[in-house]
């Protein structure tokens, strides 16, 4: 299989609890980290998939995703986005 250690990937979800979203998410991250990808996840503090990521060493972006429109938080993104250049399209 094809390295994708170029690659890096910013993953988000607001919800703090735990179910099959985001068991879906905790096993693509590790996936994708198992082929390389640099993975990151940004989430509401107190998140228990971001415990779960920290704890396999994927780096955590605690934010407070107020609403859709949570400038403060999408400015946030944006700086991360540019710090770690994420690919995106």
């Not at 910013?10 to 993975?39: D, P």
Request: glycine share 6%; with cysteine; net charge positive.
């Amino acid at each position: 299989m094809q390295s994708l250690e170029d690659l890096r990937i910013l993953h988000t979800e607001i919800l703090r609890g735990w179910g099959g979203q985001e068991s879906r998410v905790l096993a693509e991250c590790l996936a994708m980290k198992a082929l390389g990808a640099q993975v990151y996840f940004s989430c509401r503090p107190g998140s228990v998939l971001a415990e779960k990521l920290h704890a396999y060493g994927i780096e955590t972006l605690p934010l407070p995703y107020r609403s859709n429109a949570d400038l403060k938080t999408l400015w946030a993104l944006v700086r991360f986005i540019k710090t770690k250049k994420n690919n995106i399209k």
